[in-house]
T-cell receptor, first 112, second 110 residues
Framework: DAGVIQSPRHEVTEMGQEVTLRCKPI?????LFWYRQTMMRGLELLIY????????DSGMPEDRFSAKMPNASFSTLKIQPSEPRDSAVYFC??????????FGPGTRLTVL | KQEVTQIPAALSVPEGENLVLNCSFT??????LQWFRQDPGKGLTSLLL?????REQTSGRLNASLDKSSGRSTLYIAASQPGDSATYLC?????????FGTGTSLTVIP
């Protein structure tokens, strides 16, 4: 298996633009997690899904952030409009339970 | 809200030395605690998972302990090697949320 796949690996955009991050989980995994990592705040859980249904989105910082999982093999995290403080590394992880998470390589987002 | 602290933030040791990384958390009502390793520019890799009812877990040269009542966990690395150089994070699972520490950056000097 190729592991969790995230795209793009790097994204540079200007403030106010819409940003879409993509994740393909490992086949057979029914949990999917989105995290954000910054130097200031460390690693934060934004939202996680079970069987394509959002279970807890209490970590989503504000309404500018939204996440979807239309099917078992694809998820997106969208930021609209983006702001410089959204600059971070965004990780997607998948697993067969909340305790078995396999992380993707991350997307480094820079908002100018 | 659960707060997770890791001390020290950075550690440098000569190869072969045994070392201990510390993790503390403020709320003892946890499901489990997990130790992860993160290499530069990469995601996290799970090392050890300790359930709230357990006291310790071992995997090879790694041993993790948990004292839930005092809100502490340690990761013991025996006979450290340069390949152990990475950032180590602990994460507390409260049932519906994960709280991560900011990590300890470990450098093992050959």
């Amino acid at each position: 298996d190729a592991g969790v796949i995230q795209s793009p690996r790097h994204e540079v955009t200007e403030m106010g633009q819409e940003v879409t991050l993509r994740c393909k989980p490992i086949s057979g995994h029914d949990y999917l997690f989105w995290y954000r990592q910054t130097m200031m705040r460390g690693l934060e859980l934004l939202i996680y899904f079970n069987n394509n249904v959002p279970i807890d989105d209490s970590g989503m910082p504000e309404d500018r952030f939204s996440a979807k999982m239309p099917n078992a093999s694809f998820s997106t995290l969208k930021i609209q409009p983006s702001e410089p403080r959204d600059s971070a590394v965004y990780f997607c992880a998948s697993g067969t339970g909340v305790n078995t998470q396999y992380f993707g390589p991350g997307t480094r987002l820079t908002v100018l | 809200k659960q707060e997770v602290t890791q001390i020290p933030a950075a550690l440098s040791v000569p190869e072969g030395e045994n070392l201990v990384l510390n993790c503390s958390f403020t709320d003892s009502a946890i499901y489990n605690l997990q130790w992860f390793r993160q290499d530069p520019g990469k995601g996290l890799t799970s090392l050890l998972l300790i359930q709230s009812s357990q006291r310790e877990q071992t995997s090879g040269r790694l041993n993790a302990s948990l004292d839930k009542s005092s809100g502490r966990s340690t990761l013991y690395i025996a006979a450290s090697q340069p390949g152990d150089s990475a950032t180590y994070l602990c994460a507390v699972n409260t049932g519906n949320q994960f709280y991560f520490g900011t990590g300890t950056s470990l450098t093992v000097i050959p």
